[in-house]
């Protein structure tokens, strides 16, 4: 039995230069979601993040259709205005297919189309060796990440890295979520939940353990007002669609855990709040 002196540090030791800041997601209303807790001799305050926890591996989780693609797509044009590499790794949709969503997200925020030259996109869709072989894949992500000296990782989807094989989601998530830590990334994953999971809960495709290896998780869901009373809570027609976002954890920073409303607008970008309570409330 040997030992793996490595696996070995002090408490205080370890964590010297990392730094509690946040990265702004690039969708309305999310930033403010996450918080630190300050102290001073005048006891503890909450201050703003300012966006996900930076080095965090966040998962974005929810049924189809309910803006997973569009977070992931914003998160990374806010990541390429500000000068900051990024690498999109595809697994369902052709490299072709996700440049044009990145265009059409890119003039809908108003972001200069130079910022374009900090993204490389890996089309795991349409190569199999990539999708199927995660060291082929993590060898490819890698080459990516140099490219652009990229600071920030994008997975569209998870699910697809294992869907035909989820007993091994476990294994690929947490090799996945090393690559993140060994190269300092901040990352964005989407996955997808079975349509028999409950909406709001942070089970996915692979089960909890998905969630329960990643820093922050994110639930997107969606329903349908079917009642009076529905519609009354939600400010909506029966019959209308009402999109819904909660976070769910976050082991690195603060956040507000109410749920909140999810709205896409006519063009084509996710906007958080007001929470559900607040709109209950009158406030």
Same mark, same amino acid.
């Given at each position: 039995?040997?030992?793996?002196?490595?696996?070995?540090? =002090?408490?205080? %030791?370890?964590?010297?230069?990392?730094?509690?800041?946040? @990265?702004?997601?690039?969708?309305?209303?999310?930033?403010?979601?996450?918080?630190?807790?300050?102290?001073?001799?005048?006891?503890?305050?909450?201050?703003?993040?300012?966006?996900?926890?930076?080095?965090?591996?966040?998962?974005?989780?929810?049924?189809? #259709?309910?803006?997973?693609?569009?977070?992931?797509? %914003?998160?990374?044009?806010?990541?390429?205005?500000?000068?900051?590499?990024?690498?999109?790794?595809?697994?369902?949709?052709?490299?072709?297919?996700?440049?044009?969503?990145?265009?059409?997200? =890119?003039?809908?925020? *108003?972001?200069? &189309?130079?910022?374009? %030259?900090?993204? @490389?996109?890996?089309?795991?869709?349409?190569? #199999?060796?990539? =999708? !199927?072989?995660?060291?082929?894949?993590?060898?490819?992500?890698?080459?990516? /990440?140099?490219? $652009?000296?990229?600071?920030?990782? $994008?997975?569209?989807?998870?699910? *697809?890295?294992?869907?035909?094989?989820?007993?091994?989601?476990?294994?690929? @998530?947490? =090799?996945?979520? %090393?690559?993140?830590?060994?190269?300092?990334?901040?990352?964005?994953?989407?996955?997808?939940?079975?349509?028999?999971?409950?909406? /709001?809960?942070?089970?996915?495709?692979?089960?909890?353990? @998905?969630?329960?290896?990643?820093?922050?998780?994110? +639930?997107?869901?969606? &329903?349908? +007002?079917?009642?009076?009373?529905?519609?009354?809570?939600?400010?909506?027609?029966? *019959? !209308?669609? +009402?999109?819904? /976002?909660?976070?769910?954890?976050?082991?690195?920073?603060?956040?507000?855990?109410?749920?909140?409303?999810?709205?896409?607008?006519?063009?084509?970008?996710?906007?958080?709040?007001?929470?559900?309570?607040?709109?209950?409330?009158?406030?």
């Amino acid at each position: 039995m040997s030992v793996i002196r490595e696996a070995i540090s =002090r408490a205080g %030791q370890s964590g010297h230069g990392l730094r509690l800041e946040g @990265v702004p997601t690039g969708v309305a209303g999310l930033d403010a979601l996450f918080y630190r807790v300050e102290f001073s001799e005048d006891g503890p305050r909450t201050c703003p993040l300012g966006g996900f926890p930076r080095g965090a591996a966040v998962h974005v989780t929810g049924i189809s #259709d309910t803006g997973k693609s569009l977070l992931a797509e %914003q998160f990374c044009l806010a990541q390429a205005q500000r000068g900051e590499g990024v690498v999109f790794v595809t697994v369902e949709s052709p490299a072709a297919f996700v440049d044009m969503a990145l265009q059409q997200r =890119r003039l809908a925020m *108003g972001i200069d &189309k130079d910022a374009m %030259q900090n993204i @490389v996109i890996v089309d795991a869709a349409m190569h #199999d060796a990539v =999708r !199927e072989d995660l060291p082929t894949f993590l060898a490819t992500a890698k080459a990516a /990440l140099e490219e $652009v000296k990229a600071r920030h990782l $994008v997975i569209d989807s998870l699910t *697809g890295l294992y869907e035909a094989r989820e007993m091994q989601a476990r294994s690929i @998530v947490r =090799r996945i979520y %090393q690559f993140v830590k060994e190269n300092g990334l901040t990352a964005v994953l989407t996955s997808q939940k079975r349509s028999g999971h409950e909406e /709001l809960s942070a089970e996915a495709a692979g089960g909890f353990a @998905v969630s329960h290896i990643l820093d922050v998780t994110l +639930v997107l869901a969606k &329903k349908i +007002v079917l009642s009076a009373a529905q519609s009354r809570l939600w400010h909506a027609p029966i *019959g !209308e669609m +009402v999109r819904f /976002l909660r976070i769910d954890g976050s082991r690195l920073c603060g956040h507000d855990t109410r749920t909140h409303f999810l709205t896409i607008t006519r063009e084509g970008l996710l906007q958080v709040g007001p929470s559900i309570a607040a709109e209950g409330s009158g406030q």
